[in-house]
T-cell receptor
Framework: DQQVKQNSPSLSVQEGRISILNCDYT??????FLWYKKYPAEGPTFLIS?????DKNEDGRFTVFLNKSAKHLSLHIVPSQPGDSAVYFC???????????FGTGTRLKVLA | DAGITQSPRHKVTETGTPVTLRCHQT?????MYWYRQDPGHGLRLIHY???????DKGEVSDGYSVSRSKTEDFLLTLESATSSQTSVYFC????????????????FGQGTRLTVV
């Protein structure tokens, strides 16, 4: 049973435009959410996180939005750059457990 | 660099043989994890540890065992490797380490590519 789902396996966006990556979760106990970026032959690297007490968190070009009632989060990248081309994973956790469950990933391609 | 080293980085082994992957950290983090990455499945948690000798199962623990006899090392063992265990394995760390700040996000190693033939 997949508790964290990324329903879009891939996404292509023009350079300079907005990239929107989506993630859904089923476990209502999750209250801490993270996004990771992964390049080929490297380990995932942490991008941005959000706690369930917030509905938005921003860090430079990256913004994560959380809709608790819909059990949905999204990552917005504005403006998108070719170097953003990578696989993006969302992850969820319950505070204090430090147990991170990841989604299946979305491959983003930013076209120059 | 979160001070995580995985070894070996690449391994080819035969079906039925035992295999041990090692994860070593230098920053004293409490939590350590083993994930596997497969196409269409993303990152799946195999086992994790919340302290020395304290471990728990993840989403896909069948066929795997782990041990953590000291803070810095977390070993993943495939007792009898099967072709379905061909994958890229990632170790990760989280939790309170050296310094004051508590790390609430997991930091990953570079991965180990394991092929079972």
């Amino acid at each position: 049973d997949q508790q964290v789902k990324q329903n879009s396996p891939s996404l292509s966006v023009q350079e300079g435009r907005i990239s929107i990556l989506n993630c859904d979760y089923t476990n209502s106990m999750f209250d801490y959410f993270l996004w990771y970026k992964k390049y080929p032959a490297e380990g995932p690297t942490f991008l941005i996180s959000i706690s369930s007490i917030k509905d938005k968190n921003e860090d430079g070009r990256f913004t994560v939005f959380l809709n608790k009632s819909a059990k949905h989060l999204s990552l917005h990248i504005v403006p998108s750059q070719p170097g953003d081309s990578a696989v993006y994973f969302c992850a969820a956790s319950t505070s204090g457990t430090y147990k991170y469950i990841f989604g299946t990933g979305t491959r983003l391609k930013v076209l120059a | 660099d979160a001070g995580i080293t995985q070894s070996p980085r690449h391994k080819v082994t035969e079906t039925g043989t035992p295999v041990t992957l090692r994860c070593h950290q230098t920053e004293n983090h409490r939590y350590m994890y083993w994930y596997r990455q497969d196409p269409g499945h993303g990152l799946r948690l195999i086992h994790y540890s919340y302290g020395v000798k304290d471990t728990d199962k993840g989403e896909v623990s069948d066929g795997y065992s782990v041990s953590r006899s000291k803070t810095e090392d977390f070993l993943l063992t495939l007792e009898s490797a099967t072709s379905s265990q061909t994958s890229v394995y990632f170790c990760a760390i989280a939790g309170t380490g050296q310094g004051v700040r508590e790390v609430t996000e997991a930091f990953f190693g570079q991965g180990t590519r394991l092929t079972v033939v």
